[in-house]
């Protein structure tokens, strides 16, 4: 066989898989949805489930040491998100995005099952928490490139004139498993009770996140590959051999070509994406973990008033994701993206202190505020992927996605904890203000559709 001939076999024999199957773009929205799903859903009930497995599997003289411990191996998590989202999604985008979404959504399922599994502290001693600390760092390699994978894979696969509603279903995907998770621990409750679920009904939790990781594992086996990876690595892939032909090297000893130089290219685009992810982050952790707090703290409801108006406001939030994409397959994905932001930045503010003054309830600002996160959420994800290429897609939106998540989202909490203690609390709102203002002002960094590569090379 010849240089060429070996360039030109097709990608998923030169990766040594078979081939995928025909494309189905309902299939892949099911995959790059399901896999939302099961992210959202294994990230979420670690958090909802530590107050009942830390007396069990962590070490401490007090139950409340022992769930800081717990709560420790979730922020660690976060750390290794920005890791996972350049070495998995540098996979994603040489070997396929396929590949690299099969992979992230077994090592999330595979953490699942191994949480369920592990033996008590009583038992194995300090393994135990190790295990579970290992555990949470690969699930947290895995979930900082899942959803890069998918914003690749929504990017190249969804029809042309439906790719902003695609991007909103397959994000949606990331609220219906945080709902799910809350609804597997009222099962668990209702089933074992309290004192059954600390007692190790914890366990069927995480089973069942393994399970239903498989099942995703499982579909996304069954999807098509992408058509602009597959050209675009057949192109690469025929520049490379003609170059080693030139050399007289074998073509096997061509690598990809490193994706920094490309990176460093795209340095704005790259803060754009950060700006944009941070303004998001920062609006949903605090409406959808902290608002209850902060609610009960500046008198306006109670925490089971707001967590109960929540659930209105989850509504909202799918609703005007829905809409937000097909409204930007229609007119274009910045207007509705400035609008989602313009609202947060201009209107946090004043509802949160109309809400706290009394003359406005506490459902309404939670469904107000969750309506105008969906709209840059309905688009952030197809929207990023095409501001780069396809040869650094997943790494390029992984990378600075992460980073902005890990920054503003695993440490919101831990601010509003701090500003509560030194009696501020009531400055909090300016902070997803001012995040979404930065949101608005980084979107005028870009076009609407800057990049021209997301349909296959002819």
Known sequence: MTSTEQARVPVADAVGTTPAPARRPRRELAAATVGSVVEAYDWTIYGILAPYFAEALFPGSSPTAKLIAAYLGFALGFLVRPLGSVLIGRLTDTRGRRYGLTLTVGLIAAGSLFLAVIPGYASIGLAAPLLVVGARLVQGLSVGAENPSVAAYVTETAPAGRRYFYSAVSY??????????????????????????????????????????????????????????????????????????????????????????????????????????????????????????????????????????????????????????????????????RTGFAGLALGTVPLLAAMEAGRVPVQLVTVVLLFLLGLPLAVSNVFAGQLFPPAVRAVAVGLPTAAAISLFGGTFPMLAELLRSAGLGGRLPWWPALTAAAALAASWGVRDHPMSSVTPHA
Request: net charge neutral.
């Open 172 to 337: 949606g995907g990331v609220v219906l498993g945080s709902a799910l998770s809350f609804i597997v621990m009222n099962v668990l409750l209702g089933v074992f009770g309290e004192s059954g679920v600390e007692d190790g009904g914890w366990r069927f939790g995480f089973v069942f996140g393994g399970l239903l990781g498989l099942t995703a594992l499982w579909i996304r086996r069954g999807a098509a590959e992408s058509a602009v990876f597959t050209a675009s690595t057949r192109d690469s892939g025929q520049a490379r051999a003609d170059a080693a032909a030139t050399a007289a090297a074998p073509p096997a000893a061509a690598k990809a070509p490193s994706p920094w130089p490309v990176l460093r290219s795209h340095l704005g685009r790259l803060a754009v994406v950060f700006a944009i992810t941070s303004g998001a982050t920062t609006a949903f952790y605090f409406v959808t973990v902290d608002f209850p707090s902060y609610a009960d703290s500046v008198g306006a409801a109670t925490k089971e008033e707001t967590s109960a108006a929540l659930l209105l406001g989850m509504v909202a939030l799918l609703l005007a994701m829905l809409g937000g994409g097909k409204a930007a397959d229609r007119f274009g994905a910045l207007p509705v993206l």
